[in-house]
Each structure stands twice: as C-alpha cells, then as structure tokens.
C-alpha cells in the first residue's frame, strides 16, 4: 500500500499563489507517474497535471502557464507550484500516484486539500 499526505491548500485572493504537497510513504517501489487532480462542487473530477517518472509532464488547458508540477524522487514527494489563481481553481485538489508492477497497475489516492481562491 501507498500512503499520500497532502498539505498547502488553502484560501488566497485571485491572482495569488498556492504550492501543493504530497509525500508519499509504504510500498514506493515503482512509482511511475505522480499527479493532481480537482474537484470542485457539482463538477466531476479533472486531471490537472501529471508528471511521469522520467520527467515528462501534461496539463490540463485550463492552467497552462500558470501551474508547474515537480516531483523530487529522492522524497517521493510531488509539487504543485500554482501561479496566477483565478476563482474558477477553487476544488478540492487530490494526489494521485499510480504503481506499475508485473501483477497490474495501480492507482492510489490522497484524501484532497481544499483550495478556494476568492477575494
């Protein structure tokens, strides 16, 4: 099993900046692609960014330019860098980290930090 702890959510004033946190423990041997996705009230879940294990990242249209996703393998911890927020961001961010093993892949899920962008 994968355990996620998320953490930097919170509330900030449009045009502000937030960064994410999520820092994954237990069975972290094969971890291929860490990333975020939001939910926000009445709207089904989005993928926001990803980035895989060699470095490559994706975004979702609605934040290129304005998010950056890392990951430091050393901590098993990916970053969600958000620049530049507009109230249309507000959701519950969750972590996602999907495992690649001989038996399947699998997905794991952090419990979500809320970000609410409003003046």
């Known amino acids: 099993q994968v355990q996620l702890v998320e953490s930097g959510g919170g509330l900030v004033q449009p045009g502000g900046s937030l960064r994410l946190s999520c820092a994954a423990s237990g069975s972290i041997f094969s971890i291929n692609v860490m990333g975020w996705y939001r939910q926000a009230p009445g709207k089904q879940r989005e993928l926001v960014a990803l980035i895989t294990s060699g470095g490559h990242t994706n975004y979702a249209d609605s934040v290129k330019g304005r998010f950056t996703i890392s990951r430091d393998n050393a901590k098993n911890t990916v970053y969600l860098q958000m620049n530049s927020l507009k109230p249309e961001d507000t959701a519950v961010y969750v972590c996602?980290?999907?495992?690649?093993?001989?038996?399947?892949?699998?997905?794991?899920w952090g419990q979500g930090t809320q970000v609410t962008v409003s003046s």
């Open positions: 996602n980290v999907v495992r690649d093993l001989r038996s399947g892949t699998y997905n794991y």
